[in-house]
């Protein structure tokens, strides 16, 4: 299942190499370390703007946390429609619809896999033609063991909230 995933990736960034504009690459880093707890990731993304209102793109995303001697990894993928629904000047607000999944491994126990779906509202600041910086903010939708996270409803916590960047082509 992940090769097939990361072939997809690939694939879909080989496409975007090639593609027209409107192709956007980019995604987010993240670093964390703390009183035994050090933890890292990686999220790259890729999309295309099929207008002004309407893109899709997908996330694949790796972690790595160690806390207290206990190693854990997790591998997500998720597919989104983003709708812009305000835009002025280099100021956009968006909201991504789609579903994720993911798998979270611990070093001696058994994988736990789980899905999301729902909805991430978001803001996005063009600096440039082809360069945008953009936040993340909150979840409304359900989650099953998605990355240790179940129920259904409203988030709008720091747990949710990511900053990135994107260069469109």
Not at 134 to 146: E, M, N, Q, V
């Amino acid at each position: 299942m992940k090769k097939l995933l990361i072939c997809l990736f690939v694939a879909l960034v080989a496409m975007s190499a090639k593609a027209q504009e409107g192709v956007y690459v980019g995604g987010s880093l993240s670093f964390w370390g703390g009183d035994d707890v050090i933890s890292f990731g990686i999220a790259p993304e890729v999309g295309y703007n099929f207008s002004d209102k309407w893109a899709v793109g997908g996330l694949l995303s790796f972690s790595h946390a160690k806390s207290n001697g206990v190693k854990a990894n997790s591998f997500t993928i998720a597919p989104y429609a983003r709708y812009t629904f305000f835009a002025v000047d280099q100021l956009k607000l968006f909201v991504d619809g789609g579903f994720g999944f993911s798998t979270v491994g611990v070093k001696g126990s058994d994988n736990v896999n789980g899905f999301e779906v729902g909805f991430k509202p978001g803001i996005a600041f063009d600096v440039t033609d082809h360069f945008c910086l953009l936040a993340k903010i909150g979840f409304l939708g359900y989650r099953d063991d998605y990355l240790g996270s179940n129920g259904g409803g409203l988030s709008l916590s720091s747990s949710d909230l990511s900053f990135g960047f994107y260069y469109t082509f």
